[in-house]
């Protein structure tokens, strides 16, 4: 009984080969359905694959489009990417969500695109004019305060002074 089902398969699957040898040389390829019709593959079975793949190639399209309208959004210069990409329509290509998201959302662009957003509030630039007396000012600030503010922004000025040479 064992050897009879092993035969059964191996001639199912010569004949499935067979048939699309023949179909290959005639120049086109089996259907989905002749495969189902030739191998006897169980129809429900098939069904669940399809709708599988189908919902794998809906994942696929969507992540596309994020990474598509990410680089666009990008481009056009947001501030927030992730905001953005919350509120961007879905039933448009990238270029033209970006677009329309420029127009009607102004508040998460830049001013100008292209340009990168500024640094936070908390990071402050080194002035390069009178740096030696800023240092100097620092210092003499945080040896009598003692307060751990005037070090740090001593120590920045000082490490700031020190890589510009």
């Known amino acids: 009984m064992r050897y009879r089902r092993a035969i059964q398969s191996h001639v199912k699957q010569e004949k499935w080969y ?5 179909s290959r040389k005639a ?7 002749d495969v189902i019709k030739d191998e006897g593959v169980n129809v429900p079975e098939a069904d669940d694959l399809q709708s599988e793949l189908a919902e794998a190639q809906a994942k696929l399209a969507e992540a596309e489009f994020v990474r598509e309208l990410s680089v666009e959004l990008t481009r056009s210069g947001v501030i927030d990417l992730e905001a953005a990409l919350q509120l961007a329509g879905e039933g448009q290509d990238a270029q033209t969500a970006a677009e329309q998201l420029r127009q ?6 830049a001013v100008k695109a292209g340009i990168a957003p500024g640094p936070t509030a908390g990071v402050r630039s080194v002035h390069t004019d009178n740096s030696q007396a800023r240092l100097k000012v620092a210092s003499r600030q945080a040896s009598q305060s003692g307060n751990r503010r005037d070090l740090y922004e001593y120590l920045r000025l000082r490490r700031a002074l020190l890589n510009r040479k």
């Open 27 to 33: 120049g086109g390829c089996m259907s989905n359905e």
């Open 104 to 109: 009607d959302k102004p508040y998460l662009f």
């Open 18 to 22: 067979h048939s699309f040898m023949q």
